[in-house]
């Protein structure tokens, strides 16, 4: 494992089901980030499924309809062995900024709209898994 960080830009998205009502508070949203993996030049699509234990007011990333380089919400790891499976996070909400950390080291952190007006943390899982773009 690489002990120098690397950075990508990502969206935040809510996670809402098919025809479900347009909620006010939710407590699953995904984050999602473009990256090129260094072994096989390919770019992959990384997906975090967040499934929060705090239901917070509906939010989203300040430029989740860009691209990169445009993303507002930047993340961090060594290597990608970190973006694997089932991984434990904690994190804090408010003040118009998200920021979550996953046990393997992972940092998500950036502007966001439509947050809690006062700081909120939060703890619980969520599930990795990758496509290719």
């Known amino acids: ?3 120098v ?3 990508t830009r990502y969206v935040i998205a809510l996670i809402r089901p098919e025809g479900a009502p347009n909620q006010t508070v939710y407590s699953k949203y995904r984050i999602e980030g473009t990256l090129d993996n260094p072994e096989t030049g390919i770019k992959e699509i990384w997906t ?4 929060s234990d705090v239901a917070v007011p509906r939010f989203w990333s300040v430029s989740a309809d860009k691209k990169p380089p445009e993303r ?4 961090t790891y060594t290597d990608m062995s970190q973006f ?4 434990r996070f904690s994190g804090a ?10 046990d393997r080291g992972v940092v998500f952190k950036g502007d966001i709209v439509g947050d809690p007006t006062e700081g909120q ?8 898994f990758k496509s290719q773009s």
Do not use: E, H, P
Not at 48 to 51: G, R
Not at 72 to 75: A, D, Q, R
Not at 93 to 102: A, E, M, P, Q, V
């Open 48 to 51: 975090f499924n967040v499934n």
């Open 121 to 128: 943390s939060f703890t619980s899982a969520g599930t990795w």
């Open 84 to 87: 694997a499976g089932f991984d």
């Open 5 to 7: 960080a690397q950075l």
């Open 93 to 102: 909400i408010g003040d118009s900024k998200f920021y979550l950390r996953t």
């Open 72 to 75: 507002t919400v930047l993340g």
């Open 1 to 3: 494992m690489s002990d």
